[in-house]
């Protein structure tokens, strides 16, 4: 069965630093890997997917990067803001129309 | 502006009683999904649906049912079977395997 982790479980930062966000695992046989934000109380929006041929994917301030060897990937946030305080979570799919979450990193970015 | 429509926001129900969660798209999505998100864990595949009249048990379906008469829709009803149903229920849905799938804005239940 896939486990996937994300440590930390909550990251506080201040306003401009670079926010790093991990996310591991177990099973590397994976079709694709999903990033998504969530705000309190609400659905999850989708950040960016990586296909497992792919290494990185980028959009502005936000670059996913996947090691599918060593069952990593990371999401780098430029600059951070206070509207990036949210919780960030993965989630990985064998193509099988199922995929596996991790519990999330909750991110707090003081003013 | 297409989306995922979840409601209500919010339910209140007595032990006991069966109640149903409901899920529309106007994506044209072909694939459904339900999952439960309980604090401090990872979302839970509740049932998932591939094409219309059929589905599949995700990881924790007991307790629960489902229904997929339309493509646009996909109801949860949470029975009285369900020995913990207080939570916070997502709806999902994709077009293919290989696509981003996309989330309704959630309703949380509350059973006393």
């Given amino acids: 069965k896939q486990e996937v982790t994300q440590i930390p479980a909550a990251l506080s930062v201040p306003e401009g630093e670079n926010l790093v966000l991990n996310c591991s695992f177990t099973d590397s046989a994976i079709y694709n890997l999903q990033w998504f ?27 996913a990067s996947l090691d599918k060897s060593s069952g990593r990937s990371t ?37 | 502006d297409g989306g995922i429509t979840q409601s209500p926001k919010y339910l209140f129900r007595k032990e006991g009683q069966n109640v149903t969660l409901s899920c529309e ?50 109801p949860l009803t949470v029975t009285s079977a369900q020995k913990n149903p207080t939570a916070f229920y997502l709806c999902a849905s994709r077009s293919q395997g290989d696509s981003p799938l996309h989330f309704g804005n959630g309703t949380r239940l509350t059973v006393t």
């Fill in chain 1, 37 to 63: 934000r969530q705000d309190p109380g609400k659905g999850l929006t989708s950040l960016l997917l990586i296909q497992s041929s792919q290494r990185e994917q980028t959009s502005g301030r936000l670059n």
């Fill in chain 1, 75 to 111: 999401l780098y946030i430029a600059a951070s803001q206070p509207g990036d305080s949210a919780t960030y979570l993965c989630a990985v799919s064998k193509g099988d129309y199922k995929l596996s979450f991790g519990a999330g990193t909750t991110v707090t970015v003081r003013a």
């Fill in chain 2, 25 to 74: 798209q106007n994506l044209n999505h072909d694939a459904m999904y339900w999952y439960r998100q309980d604090p401090g864990q990872g979302l839970r595949l509740i049932y998932y649906s591939q094409i219309v009249n059929d589905f599949q048990k995700g990881d924790i379906a007991e307790g629960y049912s489902v229904s997929r008469e339309k493509k646009e829709s996909f």
